[in-house]
């Protein structure tokens, strides 16, 4: 399938790892420390239901363990949530788990549009 919402340049250009650095110092203000963990409540972005309805059902087949998994509309587009298992809060495990949902939402044209950790 070829991309039409989150095209390859985006997908190379687009990541912003360097803001996991400064959502976590704000998080760590609120006396979390980086091996806490805790879960992550996640949002990706896409222009089609059928690929929301689609890259909503990956996800529960690729990680059974993600909860919430919903879809509502958002601009004109629609919005794919869910909170995940917890997550370590250091920088190193927060990257890699951005950038698996990067790749993975790339795959069916659903864009990785933000996270925030649940207390």
Known sequence: MQNTFFD???????IDL???EDVL????KDNVKQTDMLPVEFFF???KKA????FKKQLKEKFPAYDSLEISDYDANF???GITDPIEMSLSAINSWNQTMWDFGYQFDCKF???QAES
């Open 45 to 47: 972005v896409t222009d």
């Open 25 to 28: 110092k704000r998080i760590y």
């Open 113 to 115: 549009d933000g996270w």
């Open 51 to 54: 690929k929301a309805t689609a």
């Open 8 to 14: 390859q340049k985006l997908h190379e250009e687009d």
């Open 79 to 81: 919005e794919i949530s």
């Open 18 to 20: 360097g803001t996991n």
